[in-house]
């Protein structure tokens, strides 16, 4: 997926806002994310908590404000990882991705990885995030019973699959 | 390779010939991995569980790894079994009683395992005897880097490797060292230890890892940090903070045997009398005297006890090692007079 601003980067960013009870989607690449300011968007919870947990409880009315950002690859938000601290997803780090960097410097005062790169990252990664967001979505249309939609997803997720399956 | 072959012998990681096994027991090396096609275990359905499993486990015959290893699902065991594999190091008590598709696969001399859907997709282990953390670690790349061809970790440049828990991202990599450290516990200095360990960012856990007390003074000694390091400095950086514990122990039993001769020699004596003649014996009881023997054999107060036997010791006393040797499960009460019984025979002639 490519980025709907400048329809050329990659979009790594996956909004989903709720704002008076509609739902909003962006799909953004770093930098055009970054200019529209939604990287610093403020939520209901700060990264501390996580390690301090002493944070005053938003009312209903507080936390029906604060848009709730969903990966669209596993689904989960950045309070149901606080939860369970446990992440749903590699896509996560890039969907939760300030909030992380936050914690990671906190847990182990750096940010960036400067130990072993696997010698085949890249090609396969874009292949695979794509399936398991159709995955995903399949759950979905399978639910709501649009067979025609749901067809199509299992063609690509077909192809993707050969395609993964080559050595 | 049946769970009975892996009783009757123990791993080599307890022969105690390791470098500087008077104080190290062991050194272990962990990479948490994951597969980037499939989501994380925290929100894995049951059939996304079983597709992982059996994703990795048909790419684990086909890898060339340096050592051959035999996977079992986990469901070939029964609990006490379980349990002996947590006893041995070799899975987590998590991975022993979670739901769910998940398994093992274990090298027959036990210096090697696999965990399959414990917290991450893939969690590798490598146990060494004595202080080894650089052959352990070489060793642990080598399986890394045969896996990842076949199977597609999930990395990212900036993160490094994704693990479920953002605590393990980065390297992955997760480096502990197993102390006896009797002299240290006898002079009430452990504290001293722990705080200075801790303010270096080491994690210091007991004899079965996170959450356990200590056992017979053993201390497992880990790093937190695993991001914004390399491998190699990681390690680097461990192998300069043990020799301070080493010398300190050392130091500490030396004052003990030249300050308190008698003391010294009065515990290990009696550690020995009663282990060699004792009826029952509760595990914590049997670990302490175990501790105090061990000490005594370093120290050449007592000799002709190899500290093999010993080690081993501590791992065949435990409940599931027991009831696994007697074939049937025991009540408390039952195991302290086949505890006792089992110390006995191994000691006796020694």
């Keep these: 997926m490519t980025c709907e601003k400048c329809k050329k980067s990659p979009a790594t960013f996956h909004l989903t806002a709720i704002e008076g009870g509609q739902k909003r989607e962006a799909h953004l690449c770093e930098d055009c994310a970054r200019k529209s300011g939604v990287m610093n968007v403020k939520f209901n919870f700060s990264i501390s908590d996580l390690l301090e947990t002493l944070e005053p409880p938003p009312t209903k009315a507080q936390a029906a404000k604060t848009p709730q950002v969903r990966c669209p690859e596993c689904g989960i938000t950045y309070s149901e990882f606080k939860a369970k601290a446990r992440l749903g997803c590699a896509n996560d780090y890039q969907v939760f991705k300030g909030e992380l960097l936050r914690l990671l410097e906190k847990v182990h005062g750096a940010t960036n990885h400067v130990g072993k790169t696997p010698s085949t990252a890249d090609v396969h990664v874009q292949k695979e995030h794509e399936l398991m967001r159709l995955k995903r979505e399949l759950e979905g249309v399978v639910k709501t019973e649009d067979f025609e939609k749901a067809a199509q997803i299992r063609d690509r997720i077909r192809t993707l699959e050969t395609e993964l399956s080559r050595p | ?350």
């Excluded at chain 2, 090396?29 to 059996?54: C, I």
């Excluded at chain 2, 199977?151 to 393990?168: I, K, M, V």
């Excluded at chain 2, 890892?209 to 190699?232: A, H, I, M, W």
């Excluded at chain 2, 020799?243 to 030396?254: D, G, N, Q, T, V």
Aim: proline share 4%; hydrophobic share 40%; with cysteine.
């Design chain 2, 1 to 350: 390779m049946k769970v009975e072959d892996l009783l009757g012998q123990p791993g080599e990681w307890l022969k105690g010939t390791g470098p500087e096994n008077d104080v190290v027991i062991s050194s272990r090396v962990r990479l948490a991995r994951n597969l980037n096609r499939f989501p994380f275990l925290t929100v894995a359905t049951p059939a996304s569980r079983a597709d992982v499993e059996k994703f990795v486990r048909s790419h684990l015959d086909g890898a060339k790894l340096p050592k051959e290893l035999v996977y079992w699902p986990m469901s070939a065991f029964s609990s006490v079994e379980r349990t002996v594999l947590v006893e041995r190091h070799l899975i987590s008590k998590e991975h022993a009683t979670a739901e769910g598709e998940r398994g093992v696969a274990v090298a027959p001399d036990e210096s090697v395992s696999i965990m399959v859907n414990e917290e991450d997709h893939l969690r590798l282990q490598v146990i060494r005897s004595g202080l080894q953390l650089e052959e352990a670690y070489d060793e642990i790349d080598r399986m890394d880097t045969a896996l990842e061809g076949a199977l597609h970790f999930a990395f990212d440049s900036r993160f490094g490797y994704l693990t479920a828990c953002p605590t393990n991202a980065g390297t992955g990599l997760r480096i502990s060292v197993m102390l006896h450290l009797p002299a240290v516990a006898l002079a009430k200095q452990v504290d001293k230890v722990l705080q200075s360990l801790q303010r270096l960012n080491y994690n210091v856990r007991g004899f079965y890892g996170e959450g356990t007390s200590p056992l017979g003074d053993f201390y497992q000694v880990s790093n937190q940090v695993t991001l914004g390091k390399s491998e190699r400095d990681l390690i680097a950086d461990l192998r300069k903070v043990i020799p301070e514990i080493l010398r300190f122990e050392r130091a500490w039993r030396h004052k003990l045997l030249e300050d308190e001769p008698k003391r010294l020699e009065d515990k290990v004596w009696r550690a020995y009398g009663v282990l060699k003649n004792a009826r029952r014996m509760s595990s914590e009881e049997a670990t302490d005297l175990l501790s105090s023997l061990r000490l005594g054999v370093n120290l050449n107060i007592l000799t002709g006890i190899p500290i093999k036997t010993l080690n081993e010791l501590f791992i065949f006393t435990q409940p599931a090692h027991l009831q696994k040797l007697e074939r049937r499960i025991l009540e408390p009460d039952e195991r302290d007079l086949v505890r006792a019984e089992l110390i006995r025979r191994k000691l006796e002639g020694l």
